[in-house]
């Protein structure tokens, strides 16, 4: 894609800014582009059309509760003979941490010409400043600054219902949380691109779906009150995906088969002060296309994202809310549990690869700060430390191998971290104990 063209790339950071009190949003950022020399894998996408690109051709969707859909015009190649989204999602506003919300269940849902094509199911992101900003000094929370892995997922069976048409994406749950906070500021961010194998020589014909089922439920948020007075907040659901087409081209068949299946459930315990909850999405996806040469592509992952937090908060205002900014006195015990387990397998014509990846986070703290409030979803910045501990400990296990070609080297990697933040006045805080083993894996 970049060999032999001239290619500009654009570094975009929007942020909420208030210059009156010192937030500028300015940020001082080095860009580095590593470049891989070796032979290029075989059987690589050819060609890419961005996710609802805007007037800068750039693909960042925003969605909210008044706005929680997109649909617009996509036009692939005639030769198009596998198709696979990848798209980036990140929450904000009152849904930077929508796992704490209610309703606290979010998918993004993904329409192709009317079908859907695909459920994505966002990862549990806590930022740098999220539940206690003292718990990531100086270690973050898993993906944190990854900007989260891309989820992909592949729609080649739902080419037969044309190469012209719409593609549409809602998140769930977003005029249901306004419905019951009040409060528009439940925002996501989207961004992504169609990644497309075309044969310009070979152009799709017709096809003919021989299979097509779709399903997704969500019960809603459940609400009772417990024996204790605590309101309890319980939401599941569940969808399915299965497609199998026959694709016609000029010279050939083609079958192309996807799957995909998960259940998600949310539940907590809140009142004034306190809140208890726990999410788990659990999720599986399978695709296969046999081309009509013969050469097969396969792809296959499975995911399990847990969370568990508990949150004891005292907030006290200092000046009148009614216009920001506005300071206040904030008291915070906390403690989070989150696991990232994946499990992936692809093969095209030329390459296999198995991965595995299993991620734990435990982390506890409490802080008694002087804040001042600067919007109305929540947003402040630290004014005064009075006190301070956090600690957060992180194990990594990831095993990469590859079947073919023969004599790649595989990888596993293991690490471990603890890391403290000991007091009000070491705000970078240090690790107890840092171990990484990287071990080649089938090497000769």
Known sequence: MLVGSCVRFQIILPNWIVPSIGVTGYYILNATLYLYKGPAPPNLP????????????????GLNPFHDNVTYSINLPRGTYRAVLLIYTEGGELDEFWYTNEPA?????????????????????????????FMWKPMPSIN???????????????????????????MTNLYEAYQLAGLPYFTWTVSGVLMLWVNDSNPLIGGKLIMAQSSFFDSGPIFSTTPTGL??????????????????????????HTEQSGVFNAFQLFNAVMEYGTLSENFTETAQETLPSGEVFTSSFAGKYPIVFNVTAYITPLGPTTRYPYPAAYVQYATVNLTMMAHEE??????????????????????????????????????????????TSKD???????????????????????????NATDLIGYYQYVTLRLVRIGWQ
């Open 105 to 133: 269940t979010r998918s993004l849902l993904v329409y192709y010409n009317g079908y859907l094509a695909a459920v994505f199911n966002p990862f549990e992101t806590i930022y740098t400043g999220g539940i206690d900003p």
């Open 231 to 256: 309101t309890q907040y319980v939401e599941y659901g569940n969808y399915t995906i299965n497609y199998v087409a026959v694709l016609k081209y000029k010279y050939g068949m083609e079958m192309a």
């Open 144 to 170: 944190t600054l990854s900007f989260h892995n891309p989820y992909v997922a592949d729609i080649t069976p739902l080419l037969a219902t044309g190469l012209d048409g719409t593609l549409s994406i809602t």
């Open 396 to 422: 990594l296990i990831s095993v990469t191998t590859y079947s073919n070609p023969v004599g790649i080297p595989g990888w596993l990697e293991q690490f471990r971290a603890l890391a403290i933040s000991p």
């Open 46 to 61: 050819n060609y890419f059309i961005p996710i609802a690109p805007n007037a800068y051709g750039v693909s960042l969707i």
């Open 346 to 391: 692809g093969s095209t014509p030329g390459m296999a690869y198995k991965s595995d990846i299993g991620e734990a986070l435990n982390s506890y703290g409490f802080m008694n700060l002087s804040l001042l409030v600067i919007n109305p979803y929540g947003g402040a910045v630290v004014t005064g430390i009075s006190g301070n501990y956090a600690r």
